[in-house]
């Protein structure tokens, strides 16, 4: 019989990936989501009963442990960028982790891959930073010999990142950033896939890895590339950090009015993140050291933001005809 994976959040923008090209190498696939119907999508990844979406909520220990019964290895793809309700960042991100990882370990689980960030650390004034750290930290201690991947921010057709900001280029001249000298390395989601991969395989020592893209550019230069493949000019406006915390205040205090009704377009906790450069360290291991080359945005970004050209998929036949003589 193939070998089994459980993917926790399988069927969240990495997880996906990850699932698809597990089918690939032959495995079977269990992705473990809180909505089984919402990933059913993921079935025609593999051969009729390869890949299955399965309930998880990895609060509960029952549940946890009902999915990774039989598993020959588990990845954790789980995290969130902003809290709601119970799925605050220590349940999910640092209880949540170290959770899978304790199961595993008592159901002889060969391998774990771990999704982490660059900026995980135990002293950072972001919460989101400090429980990614919390969980990396529970992890090892349970199984030690995971491998940990810490990417950048990931692009990829389903990202929230660019496809977020070329959605907000259509609504005017101007286009509003936080942070906009802020550097990031961006990483190709599939890229991020092919490492867990190697981590599944038994083919990358355990340990941390941080993943990103070839190139390293600013917010504002992030912009400035993404409005150039959707073809639009628009004006980059810096927020400055003290206005943007106090944005973010007024909508924390609107949500909490609201019961969570009303949600900002930032939190306190992203200001804060958004002032920190979220690149690869120096001396950290990355994709070299798993034999992998990351993919350039240029070659993904225009294969998914075409849409938000002002004639979406006519426009480049519609520039082309420009050039017709008449």
């Known amino acids: ?138 992890v090892l201690e349970h199984m030690p010999n995971a491998v940990i991947l810490r990417p950048s921010i990931v692009f990829g057709a389903e990202d929230q990142f660019f496809n977020r900001f070329a959605g907000m280029s259509r609504l005017g001249p101007v286009l509003p950033v936080i942070g906009a000298e802020t550097k990031f390395q961006p990483v190709y989601v599939d890229d991020v896939a092919a490492a867990a991969v190697k981590g599944v395989l038994g083919q990358a020592e355990g340990g941390v890895y941080e993943l990103g893209g070839p190139d390293v550019h600013s917010f504002r230069e992030l912009m400035q590339l993404m409005l150039r493949i959707i073809r639009r000019r628009r004006l980059i406006i810096n927020t400055p950090f003290w206005m943007a915390r106090i944005m973010a205040t007024v909508f924390g205090i609107v949500r909490a009015v609201s019961l969570g009704l009303i949600k900002g377009p930032v939190t306190k906790d992203q200001v804060i993140n958004l002032g920190v450069d979220n690149i690869v360290s120096g001396d950290a291991k990355g994709f070299a050291a798993l034999g992998l080359q990351p993919t350039a945005m240029e070659a993904v970004l225009p294969d998914y933001l075409w849409r938000f050209r002002p004639s979406g998929q006519y426009d480049a036949i519609k520039e082309s005809a420009k050039n017709l003589k008449a």
């Not at 999508?41 to 039989?70: H, K, M």
Request: hydrophobic share 45%; aromatic share 6%.
């Open 1 to 138: 019989m193939s070998q089994l994976v459980t993917i926790f959040g399988g069927s969240g923008f990495v997880g996906r990936y990850i699932a698809r090209r597990m089918a690939k190498e032959g495995w079977r696939v269990r992705v473990a989501v809180r909505n089984v119907n919402e990933a059913m999508f993921v079935r025609p990844y593999g051969v009729v009963g390869q890949v299955e979406p399965v309930f998880c909520n990895i609060r509960d220990d029952a549940s946890v442990a009902a999915v990774t019964e039989g598993a020959d290895a588990v990845v954790n793809c789980v995290g969130v960028l902003d809290e709601v309700g119970k799925n605050t960042f220590t349940a999910v991100q640092a209880e949540g982790a170290g959770r899978i990882a304790r199961i595993a370990a008592a159901h002889g689980v060969a391998r774990m891959v771990h999704i982490s960030a660059i900026g995980a650390n135990a002293e950072a004034a972001s919460e989101y930073s400090k429980t990614k750290a919390a969980g990396e930290a529970s």
